[in-house]
């Protein structure tokens, strides 16, 4: 009993002191904190002539990349990041891009960082042309469509802000990579997987809708808005739970589905919705955009003692950051700010307790389990979200 008195009375004094610094916090801050998170990353990540970055710091000798499915490749000692974890620097960039009114500087650091090391990813060899989940100077590796799409989704942005047609042509090469892996087993759907055709995921699919609906925006061909819509109708039959209206994770060939949720299936069902609404301005999506808004607020976030506001439940940081772009989404339609408003919080609260001495987040929210190794994709996710969240004055 004591033992529970003593952590309750810590939580509870941890609280306090947020609240305290809270009230101190002005808006405008999260530029500069977005800013001095990428300088980090780039510090501590990075230093490789080809531009890639090192996926954990310090370095983690017993690191296994269980995300890929593949024993044998997660089992191996990667000197870089893999595909997934670097891209997310593509996303921070992007943010810090899309914030600057003066893109040149960030554009910069896109063109001759990013996209310097996403190169070494470009594979070639198997066709249509993709990017493989590591570097070409490695033995193949699998190829992953959500991983793709993710990409795809920032080549898009990239062009939307700054006109610059490779952004746009390489964000349709991409779109050509992620039409491939769609049949019409299980009444079409894009597989997870270009060489475990297995199961087609909520993450192959929702965000996979999300990037048609923006290249719609961006070249305005009928076509992207057709397919944004299909796979949209597609996900929503099949992977919605029709109790709390959030989104399983997959559905096997066999047609048993995955029960499992995670914030960023949802959140890009969430964009896809707000999108559809702002381009066909029906109704339907945005009462389902709002709707799904709900659900997942009540769903990966919880109260703690202590603290005004709901936390995020610990989750992999990242899917955080893609739910979060499925809220401002949502905010630019219906002028909502009262999600944005706790994802601030959020994130203030992590600017004060989540950060080592060399500046580094941790992911545990409940701030009981600190990690001494820090992710890459952690760090970028949370330089994406104070950076897409200063665009509107936070």
Known sequence: ?????????????????????????????????????????????????????????????????????????????????????????????NALMELSKDKADHQKVLDQKVLVGLREYRDEQRTPVGYASYINSAPASDRFYDDNIWLGIDFTDSYIQTKKADYLKNAKEIWAFVKSGEDNKLGGGIYWCEQKKESKNACSNAPAAVFALKLFEATKEKNYLNEGRRLYEWTKTGLQDPDDKLYWDNIHLNGKVDKAKYSYNSGQMLQAAALLYKLTKEKEYLMDAQQLAEACLSYFFQTRDGIDFPILKNSNVWFHAVMMRGYISLFEQDGNRKYMDIFAKNLDLAW??????????????????????????????????????????Y
Not at 35 to 61: C, H, M, R, S, W
């Open 1 to 93: 009993m004591k033992q529970i008195n003593r952590i309750t009375t810590t939580l509870l004094l941890t609280g306090l002191c947020y609240l305290t610094a809270q009230a101190q916090i002005k808006k405008g801050q999260f530029s500069g904190r977005a800013q001095k998170t990428l300088d980090v990353v780039y510090d501590k990540y990075g230093g490789a002539e080809n531009k890639l970055l090192i996926e954990k710091y310090p370095f983690d000798e017993n690191f296994k990349a269980d995300y890929l499915n593949n024993n044998e490749q997660a089992g191996q000692q990667k000197k870089y990041a893999y595909l997934w974890p670097f891209s997310g620097s593509f996303s921070a960039v």
């Open 352 to 393: 004060h307790k989540m950060r080592d001495q060399d500046g580094l987040f941790d992911a545990d929210w409940t701030l009981e389990k600190p990690k001494k190794s820090k992710w890459l994709l952690d760090q970028c996710a949370f330089v994406e979200m104070y950076g897409r969240l200063a665009k509107f004055g």
